[in-house]
């Protein structure tokens, strides 16, 4: 309901507890000009009372507002440069459609002074009815080494060119930038040097169809990271409290297609040194994730998305998993949103250190 009439309804409660005081009054005294006198300030209070609780609340209304995005770019010029750093960084734009809630994770492929065109995941096929639908895009570029920013904006779907690729999506160039993280959880690129492993495996059951407890034991990764100079199978591009992102040879899991329906989640194993020297202690986690889109890049790796579907809890005595727990996908999990914040504040504060 709205705020006005909050505001009579409140003073209409006070106003009526004082009502039978002031109509009695009226009948045991003579001075019925005197008594209207005094309806009419009250009265009178009541009317002020009202509007400044009205102006009060707009006031403050217009005030916050303006905190929840300051960092808004309208200036034609600064759009564009961002737009052409996003591209030549080959920054991914995620694509939300207001109603439906799908989300595409896009390729820039071309930019115009009208127009943003994006190549979304192989298995997709446009389909006309998409033409000026609207859409909210997230996306990021690096300012240096350890920083990024990210970016919101809303557009709309302008046309589905066709070229050598496949299909395309182009977008119309917004008119305003915000600032804003898009996640829910905070992301981040953890340099190698803090991975101390990384495996992957298609998710494994036990007899009586239940998750598995001995991962290890059970079958041999179908991708494993290894420090080495060499080509690795495997690579964690980001990750959060929610997801991740990681890089699996494209040998390993063609047809693309045919793994996925095969194979909707994966269990990842994954060990994150608190400091890059390979003595430092380290965090052990087990997910189990869901991939949530994927596309390929240009070295030879399928990149997939996953969000966590559960997360396993550790024997605190022999490092084993105990039993495995379902995530919540608003809170996430929690040890790996706490590595995360950690890392992002250390990095910040080494600002203009190398990176290891």
Not at 7 to 12: E, T
Not at 76 to 83: G, W
Not at 155 to 179: E, F, T, Y
Request: hydrophobic share 35%; net charge neutral; proline share 6%.
């Amino acid at each position: 309901m709205s705020t006005s009439y909050h505001a009579f309804s409140d003073a209409y409660l006070g106003f009526a507890q004082f009502w039978p005081q002031i109509s009695e009054g009226f009948h045991q005294t003579p001075m019925l000009g005197t008594g209207f006198i005094v309806l009419g300030i009250v009265l009178g209070l009541v009317l002020l009372f009202v509007l400044g609780y009205i102006l009060n609340k707009k006031f403050r209304q217009g005030g916050e507002s303006q905190d929840i995005s300051p960092f808004t770019l309208t200036s034609r010029e600064d759009i564009m440069q961002i737009l052409d750093s996003a591209w030549g960084q080959g920054s991914r734009m995620e694509l939300y459609f207001r109603i439906q809630g799908q989300h595409l994770s896009c390729l820039i492929q071309d930019l115009t002074k009208n127009s943003i065109t994006v190549e979304p995941p192989q298995h997709l096929k446009p389909r006309q009815s998409w033409i000026n639908r609207t859409v909210i895009v997230f996306f990021s570029i690096r300012i240096d080494r350890k920083k990024r920013l990210y970016y919101k904006f809303d557009s709309r779907i302008i046309g589905l060119p066709v070229d050598s690729s496949g299909p395309m999506i182009q977008l119309a160039v917004p008119g305003a930038l915000k600032l804003e993280q898009k996640r829910m959880h905070l992301r981040l690129e953890p340099p190698p040097a803090y991975i101390k492993s990384l495996k992957v495996w298609p998710a494994l059951t036990d007899s009586q169809g239940a998750l598995a407890k001995d991962i290890m034991h059970q079958e041999q990764p179908l991708a494993e990271y290894v420090h080495s100079g060499g080509k690795p199978q495997l690579r964690l591009e980001d990750l959060s409290g929610g997801g991740m992102s990681i890089s699996i040879w494209n040998k390993l899991i063609t047809p693309i297609d045919e793994f996925i329906k095969k194979n909707p989640t994966l269990i990842i194993f994954l060990q994150l040194r608190d400091q890059p020297d390979p003595d430092t202690s380290y965090q052990t986690f087990y997910f189990v994730g869901r991939i949530r889109n994927y596309f390929t890049d240009q070295q030879g790796y399928y990149i997939l998305g996953m969000q966590y579907v559960f997360c396993a809890q550790l024997d605190p005595d022999t490092g084993k998993i105990s039993r495995w727990e379902q995530v919540d996908q608003r809170e996430g999990v929690e040890e790996m949103t706490n590595w995360v914040v950690q890392k992002h504040l250390q990095f910040y504060r080494e600002k203009g250190v190398k990176e290891p």
